[in-house]
């Protein structure tokens, strides 16, 4: 009968070691999980922001690949200099 009382704790003994070591592994990877989420959510925060300004560079730089920036000849008929005093005619 002693023996019994003594096996049993050890058993008792044996399984609060092992839920000791469960709850030890399960804190850890917790600590990990939870490491882990807050860095990847940071990086996909930093990522967005890349995607938005470099969408807004590529507006910009279509914008100006598409705009004419040399300059024009004057329309016929209109001009900007003065011929022997004389000035064009203004409507």
Not at 37 to 50: C, D, G, K, L
């Amino acid at each position: 009968m002693f023996y019994t009382y003594i096996l049993l704790y050890h058993i008792c003994v044996q399984i609060m070691q092992y839920q000791t070591v469960y709850r030890t592994n399960e804190a850890q990877g917790r600590y990990v999980a939870e490491a882990l989420n807050f860095h990847v959510t940071w990086w996909s925060v930093a990522q967005a922001f890349i995607i938005v300004f470099t969408g807004i560079g590529q507006i910009f730089v279509l914008k100006r690949f598409f705009t004419d920036t040399r300059q024009r000849a004057p329309a016929a008929g209109v001009s900007n200099c003065n011929y022997a005093g004389v000035t064009p005619l203004r409507p």
